[in-house]
């Protein structure tokens, strides 16, 4: 879910020198010809270090994305609801960990990612810097959040570095069950009471804008977009993705009954798109850059999750040694 750090100014090397090599012009033919990277084949150092950087927020995000939606695990409504979403929760540290495990092929450590996120250096999706307030909120976030990132992860599983494409196969198929249950307590909410359409409205109304701000800045913003697109690491522009989820969830919206919160919002035939208000972009930057609602809250928590945890690194990596020791030994 969520590579918004892909168009986020970063300092790097260009990948292409002014002179042309044999092994640019192989990898840029691989490119052409739709063929998939591999950790073995030779790529530009702008490739990797892109690569790196976007498969490791993504990796944060679906780690960091636990938190607001771990809050209500212990107040689901019914044990089923429950399950269900321990289930998701479960899910998205699975999804972590493909990720950090694409990133290592590219020859960079998982505790130096963690330590970069954990030092700020590092980012995750914005959205997960929002507070859930209610049990809507697994809702919209299920409903809303999860259909936002399928859009944008769909095209990633034709990504030209093949471990981040063969993860995000798997990825797909279980963030396809995260919307559908996040759209099934909404219908709920929407079918129920007076009160809990309402508490379904009210986290529509928080939620939207945030969802909407996902998919990274306009194109014309968007510093990376060009160069990622002709890698073949992106295949679809920012802007380009976020109409798709608009005209995909707006008749969604008309079936819940609910209503979303854009007087702009409107059908228009010419286009045969829904044309919609201006992005609030200056509180997309604000919380990209440290000062959302609770950026210090989550990394706080991530922090002290992986602190409290050093003992079973600890532990898992003794065995490990001894177990190699033992092998060894056999062997001889």
Known sequence: MYTQAIDIPQNHPDSQGADATGRDLAFEAAIADDRKVEPQDWMPEGYR???????????HSEVVGMLPEGNWVTRAPSLKRKAILLAKVQDEGGHGLYLYSAAETLGVSRAEMVDALHAGKAK???????????????????WLVDGAAIMNQIPLCRCSYG???????????????????????????????????????????????????MFGPSDKDSVHSGQTMKWG????????????????????ADLLGLTIPDPDLRWNPERGHYDYGEIDWAEFWQVVNGDGPCNRERLDARVAAHDKGGWVREAATAHARKAAIRERRSAA
């Open 49 to 59: 270090k892109t690569l790196v950087r976007q498969i490791s927020q993504h990796a």
């Open 124 to 142: 995750y999706s914005s959205i997960f810097n929002y507070p859930t307030l209610t049990w809507a909120d697994m809702g919209a976030i299920g």
């Open 163 to 213: 471990p981040y494409a063969r993860a995000m196969i798997r990825i797909c198929k279980e963030e396809s069950f995260h919307q559908r249950q996040g759209y099934d307590i909404m219908l709920s909410l929407a079918r129920g009471t007076a009160a809990q359409k309402a508490m379904a409205q009210d986290a529509v109304n928080r939620w939207w804008w945030p969802v909407v701000m």
């Open 233 to 252: 690491i992106k295949r679809i522009s920012n802007d380009d993705l976020r109409q798709k989820f608009i005209d995909a969830t707006v008749p969604q």
